[in-house]
Nanobody
Framework: QVQLVESGGGLVQAGGSLRLSCTPSGRTFSRNAMGWFRQAPGKEREFVAAIQWSFAITYYADSVKGRFTISRDNAKNTGYLQMNSLKPEDTAVYYC??????????????????WGQGTQVTVSS
């Protein structure tokens, strides 16, 4: 069983920054990519960003492009989402995701094999 453990959520004022982390636990698995989705109250879960693990190829939703940066640290086996210039509309539960094999488009939630429990990010105005 693979579990994705997220950390780093919290409350921040608009314009501030947060960094989310995601580390897998449990059995080892072949990881092609990891990413982040988010879900705000009353809204559908939406894609945020993804990174191909070996070559660090990244992809972002238009709504976060230029403000968020996804990265990974192979030595620590951890992925990150650096969120800058946060806006109240970024308020949501953020979920870490991972996939075993290449499956696209990354923006489709059904192409991801593993999901974390989610971490709350709240941006006050």
């Amino acid at each position: 069983q693979v579990q994705l453990v997220e950390s780093g959520g919290g409350l921040v004022q608009a314009g501030g920054s947060l960094r989310l982390s995601c580390t897998p636990s449990g059995r080892t698995f072949s990881r092609n990519a990891m990413g982040w989705f988010r879900q705000a109250p009353g809204k559908e879960r939406e894609f945020v960003a993804a990174i191909q693990w070996s070559f660090a190829i990244t992809y972002y939703a238009d709504s976060v492009k230029g403000r968020f940066t996804i990265s990974r640290d192979n030595a620590k086996n951890t992925g990150y989402l650096q969120m800058n210039s946060l806006k109240p509309e970024d308020t949501a539960v953020y979920y870490c995701v991972a996939q075993n094999e290449m499956s696209t488009p990354w923006s489709d939630r059904y192409n991801w094999d593993y999901w974390g429990q989610g971490t709350q990010v709240t941006v006050s105005s």
